[in-house]
């Protein structure tokens, strides 16, 4: 695993140099900013974060973060790099671990403009430090499972923008078409439908309730993606 800090680094490199990566940072912070303000700073409303993290900042995310991915196997498969990169010395765990990780500390830069939003409340009140751990730890598992499934896409195919499209589909369907069929139906599917919905595991982190299932939860779908796409890169290797 000694090349994955190196792997790591090249990609975070990569964004800095992509004109994309300032695209979703504007993104970003213009949509949870406008989120924010609309969402909490209403006459008569209450002065928390809730309405942010609870619905909409995993919203933004299902946008943003496909469009964060969408480059990191595509654009070697384009340009042609990927056979340089499956014939260096470094295993198909270590590229995916490292392009993962690279994309991971992109995602905590977003994550920690975030912190501007407690230090406005704070001047209007007190600030549960609790509670906000808690919202952070959801946002740092669902970014890390997000990121993990627009990674496998990428992998998929050399067009980055059927990467970003598959990617927006499988967790708009996971995130909010799960957890909205699973208010329509009872019994066994209802069960089903809640424990594959991102957005029911998510929904426990915002209330401050910090439940082992919902991090085994997450931990486990993102270590699949990661894995599904160590055997898409195998088989390139062989093809």
């Not at 994309?20 to 008569?44: E, K, N, Q, R």
């Not at 900042?57 to 384009?78: A, G, H, K, Q, Y």
């Amino acid at each position: 695993m000694r090349n994955v800090p190196t792997m790591a680094q090249r990609e975070l490199g990569a964004y800095f140099l992509s004109p994309i990566a300032y695209a979703v940072i504007a993104m970003f912070l213009f949509s949870s900013g406008l989120a924010f303000g609309l969402g909490t700073f209403t006459p008569g409303g209450e002065a928390s974060l809730r309405s942010l993290f609870d619905f909409w900042i995993i919203l933004i995310l299902v946008f943003v973060l496909p469009m964060l991915t969408m480059r990191l196997v595509s654009d070697e498969l384009r340009v042609g790099t990927i056979e340089t990169l499956m014939t260096a010395p470094i295993t198909e765990i270590e590229v995916v671990l490292g392009k993962f990780c690279g994309a991971f500390v992109f995602y905590l830069i977003l994550l920690a403009a975030l912190l501007l939003y407690p230090l406005l409340l704070q001047m209007y009140g007190s600030v549960d430090s609790k509670l906000l751990l808690c919202n952070y730890l959801g946002l740092l598992l669902v970014g890390a499972l997000y990121i993990s499934v627009g990674l496998f896409f990428s992998s998929c195919t050399k067009h980055q923008v059927i990467a970003v499209l598959l990617s927006f589909a499988l967790l708009a369907l996971m995130t909010f078409a799960s957890h909205a069929l699973a208010q329509l139906v009872e019994g066994w599917p209802r069960v089903l439908l809640q424990q594959l919905s991102i957005r029911s595991h998510f929904y426990d982190f915002v209330r401050g309730m910090l439940d082992l299932n919902h991090v085994v939860f997450f931990l486990t779908t993102t270590a699949f993606f990661l894995f599904v796409t160590v055997k898409r890169l195998e088989m390139r290797r062989w093809q």
